[in-house]
């Protein structure tokens, strides 16, 4: 089997082929399994477009014989356009000795003795291509139960290619979607407080982002920009957004900004950390992402946190990943994940694992945060466990312009009266 060339071979599928990889896999044992089934000594599929065939996929027992990979020839001398409009069968079982063939050059050229070949058809009936086989030898035995087989098979390649289409399309305008996205359409700073429990000041705050339009939720747009090989790149102009706003007057002290362990590594982030007040950063890594190399994260990270980067690992508690990267990276800061605080005011084991991350915390000497707080009874409780930092809806919900104090506090009136 000669690789297939990828299709399309031209235009915009040529630099972005998501879709057509899983289809050229299946096509090449498609047309395998057309040869070897039918007994034949080449198998191509091809593409027909403008009077040409595109030879894209080959299946030879000699590499040499057959039309070459990648080839286009005109329709107008092929069996294919003779098959396409009714003047040959599907099946000529001795090219050499039928009149409507033994004299085409394509019969010599190709040493074709025999020829099978059906249409391979888009949903919605227009010819995509060809796929055929031929034999050096004649082969008398060749009969409509083949043509049916190969039918199937082209029948299956047809729906596979549109399968493929649709997948490369959806991929185009995630590409195109997530480019403008990185160069700052359709996409804002928001910010959330981390507030002192105990004072209702805000000591810092979460930068996120909040993208207009499908597909939504920000952990959906990384998503899809992931698929496309872009979600670095948009993480990094996020990155790049909230840390621009270091400069205003209006914004908290401490901006926390969320980079993948992908992203940190990269130089692009190396750059885009050394040109800001590393003393007014924190960089969280959620708990959710896998570390390959812990130390070589460990190296990035070194200069950073050495001009005041602080390192905050986020979502502790929703997985086991998180003390990995507690074990490893011993971050300034650990954040509890929203899963321990919801209701944990009911809930004994919930109180007791928070307790436990408090310990933890106090002991390597890292602050802790309770991320979604939402009511005051999660926050009182909270706080009686030795919690002194909290982020939450209570407090305020994602803002351009959050306050820097007067939220509720442990000791409130408000607080305790519930």
Same mark, same amino acid.
């Given at each position: 089997?000669?690789?297939?060339?990828?299709?399309?071979?031209?235009?915009?599928?040529?630099?972005?082929?998501?879709?057509?990889?899983?289809?050229? !896999?299946?096509?090449? =044992?498609?047309?395998?399994?057309?040869?070897?089934?039918?007994?034949?000594?080449?198998?191509? %599929?091809?593409?027909?477009?403008?009077?040409?065939?595109?030879?894209?996929?080959?299946?030879?027992?000699?590499?040499?014989?057959?039309?070459?990979?990648?080839?286009?020839?005109?329709?107008?001398?092929?069996?294919?356009?003779?098959?396409?409009?009714?003047?040959?069968?599907?099946?000529?079982?001795? &090219?050499?000795?039928?009149?409507?063939?033994?004299?085409?050059?394509?019969?010599?050229?190709?040493?074709?003795?025999?020829?099978?070949?059906?249409?391979?058809?888009?949903?919605?009936?227009? $010819?995509?291509?060809?796929?055929?086989?031929?034999?050096?030898?004649?082969?008398?035995?060749?009969?409509?139960?083949?043509?049916?087989?190969?039918?199937?098979? %082209?029948?299956?390649?047809?729906?596979? +290619?549109?399968?493929?289409?649709?997948?490369?399309?959806?991929?185009?305008?995630?590409?195109?979607?997530?480019?403008? !996205?990185? /160069?700052?359409?359709?996409?804002? $700073?928001?910010?959330?407080?981390?507030?002192?429990?105990?004072?209702?000041? !805000?000591?810092? !705050?979460?930068?996120?982002?909040?993208?207009?339009?499908?597909?939504?939720?920000?952990?959906?747009?990384?998503?899809?920009?992931?698929?496309?090989?872009?979600?670095?790149?948009?993480?990094?102009?996020? &990155?790049?957004?909230?840390?621009?706003?270091? /400069?205003?007057?209006?914004?908290?002290?401490? $901006?926390?900004?969320?980079?993948?362990?992908?992203?940190?590594?990269? /130089?692009?982030?190396?750059?885009?950390? &050394?040109?800001?007040? =590393?003393?007014?950063?924190?960089?969280?890594?959620?708990?959710?992402?896998?570390?390959?190399?812990?130390?070589?994260?460990?190296?990035?990270?070194?200069?950073?946190?050495?001009?005041?980067?602080?390192?905050?690992?986020?979502?502790?508690?929703?997985?086991?990943?998180?003390?990995?990267?507690?074990?490893?990276?011993?971050?300034?800061?650990?954040?509890?994940?929203?899963?321990?605080?919801?209701?944990?005011?009911?809930?004994? $084991?919930?109180? +007791?694992?928070?307790?436990?991350?408090?310990?933890?915390?106090?002991?390597?000497?890292?602050?802790?945060?309770?991320?979604?707080?939402?009511?005051?009874?999660?926050?009182?409780?909270? &706080?009686?466990?030795?919690?002194?930092?909290?982020?939450?809806?209570?407090?305020?919900?994602?803002?351009?312009?959050? %306050?820097?104090?007067?939220?509720?506090? %442990?000791?409130?009136?408000?607080?305790?009266?519930?």
């Amino acid at each position: 089997m000669r690789s297939p060339v990828p299709l399309p071979a031209t235009g915009p599928h040529a630099t972005a082929p998501d879709g057509w990889a899983e289809y050229n !896999a299946l096509a090449e =044992r498609v047309l395998q399994h057309a040869r070897t089934h039918l007994g034949m000594d080449v198998a191509w %599929a091809s593409e027909l477009d403008s009077g040409q065939q595109l030879f894209s996929h080959v299946d030879a027992e000699d590499p040499h014989a057959g039309p070459a990979l990648g080839s286009t020839d005109l329709l107008d001398g092929s069996f294919c356009v003779r098959v396409l409009d009714g003047r040959l069968p599907n099946v000529i079982t001795d &090219a050499r000795a039928n009149p409507a063939t033994r004299d085409l050059p394509v019969t010599a050229a190709l040493n074709v003795g025999s020829y099978i070949g059906v249409p391979i058809r888009h949903g919605d009936g227009r $010819v995509r291509g060809m796929l055929c086989c031929t034999s050096n030898a004649a082969r008398p035995d060749l009969a409509d139960r083949d043509v049916a087989v190969l039918e199937m098979l %082209a029948g299956l390649l047809g729906a596979l +290619a549109d399968q493929a289409g649709l997948a490369h399309g959806r991929g185009i305008a995630t590409r195109e979607r997530t480019v403008r !996205a990185i /160069d700052g359409v359709g996409r804002r $700073v928001v910010l959330q407080p981390i507030v002192d429990v105990h004072t209702g000041a !805000a000591v810092e !705050a979460e930068a996120l982002t909040r993208f207009d339009g499908p597909p939504g939720r920000p952990d959906e747009w990384f998503a899809d920009a992931e698929t496309v090989g872009l979600r670095t790149a948009l993480e990094l102009a996020c &990155a790049a957004s909230a840390l621009a706003l270091l /400069d205003r007057p209006d914004m908290p002290p401490v $901006v926390s900004i969320n980079l993948s362990p992908a992203a940190v590594v990269s /130089d692009e982030a190396a750059e885009l950390l &050394a040109a800001a007040d =590393r003393r007014r950063v924190i960089l969280e890594i959620t708990e959710h992402a896998p570390v390959a190399d812990y130390p070589a994260l460990v190296r990035a990270l070194e200069p950073h946190r050495a001009a005041g980067v602080r390192l905050a690992i986020d979502d502790v508690g929703a997985g086991y990943s998180s003390f990995r990267h507690i074990l490893n990276l011993h971050p300034d800061i650990i954040k509890m994940d929203i899963s321990l605080v919801r209701d944990i005011e009911l809930d004994p $084991v919930r109180q +007791a694992l928070a307790a436990a991350l408090v310990t933890l915390a106090r002991t390597s000497g890292a602050q802790l945060i309770a991320e979604g707080v939402e009511t005051h009874a999660e926050l009182d409780t909270l &706080a009686g466990l030795g919690v002194t930092l909290a982020q939450g809806y209570l407090f305020s919900p994602p803002t351009a312009a959050p %306050a820097l104090d007067g939220y509720p506090t %442990a000791t409130s009136p408000l607080v305790s009266e519930r």
